[in-house]
Each structure stands twice: as C-alpha cells, then as structure tokens.
Nanobody, 126 residues
Framework: EVQLVESGGGLVQAGGSLRLSCAAS????????IAWFRQAPGKEREGVSC????????YFTDSVKGRFTISKDNAKNTVYLQMTSLKPEDTAVYYC???????????????????WGQGTQVTVSP
C-alpha cells in the first residue's frame, strides 16, 4: 500500500521559514515524481513545486521561485520542501502527491498525482 505522509507545517511569522517533509512508503521511490500542491480556503489547488522521477528535474510555480527549494532523499524515501521568506499569501494546506514515471515540466504538473498525502497546514501571520 502506497502512503504519503506530510509533516512540518505550523504557524510562522512573515519572513520566517518552515521545512515540509513528504515521507513515502510502499513504492519504488526513484521511479516516482513527487510534487507539492497547496490549497487556501476558497481558492483552487495550486502546484507549488515538482521533482521528476529518476533524473529529478525540478520546477516551481512563479510565486515561490527564489524562496522555496525542493530536495529528494532516496535513502529516506522523503522529499523536502524548504520554504523561506514566507508570506501571508503562502498560507494554505500543503499536500504532496506522487506519480510513477512522471516527468515534471515548466508547463505545469496539475494533472499528476496517483497518490496523495493528507496535507499539512501552513499558516503565515503578518
């Protein structure tokens, strides 16, 4: 059974940092792309970052470029989203998703996600 478990969310002041983790089990990790999405109340789900299967090409949505980084630890089956210079508009529930043999692109990754985590709340106060 494939499971994705997010952690690391919380309440932080604007300008602060958080590191989200997405721990995966039940899959061959390197064969999967992992993406982060977020959804704020009343808004559509938004793709935040994506790291491809195998060669690990990385993409970010424009609003987080230069502030967020994504990394993949195959030994721990975990993907990290390091978020810095957080803004109140980053407030949302953050989800990670996985899809086998998927390669992210600059055109977006909105349709990906065979498997999803339960989400972790990130709240950024002004």
């Amino acid at each position: 059974e494939v499971q994705l478990v997010e952690s690391g969310g919380g309440l932080v002041q604007a300008g602060g940092s958080l590191r989200l983790s997405c721990a995966a089990s039940g899959l061959t990790f390197d064969d999967y792309a992992i993406a982060w999405f977020r959804q704020a109340p009343g808004k559509e789900r938004e793709g935040v970052s994506c790291i491809s299967a195998r060669r690990g090409s990385i993409y970010f949505t424009d609003s987080v470029k230069g502030r967020f980084t994504i990394s993949k630890d195959n030994a721990k089956n975990t993907v990290y989203l390091q978020m810095t210079s957080l803004k109140p508009e980053d407030t949302a529930v953050y989800y990670c998703a996985a899809e086998s043999n998927y390669y992210c692109s600059a055109a977006g990754w909105h349709g990906m996600g065979d498997y999803w985590g339960q989400g972790t709340q990130v709240t950024v106060s002004p």
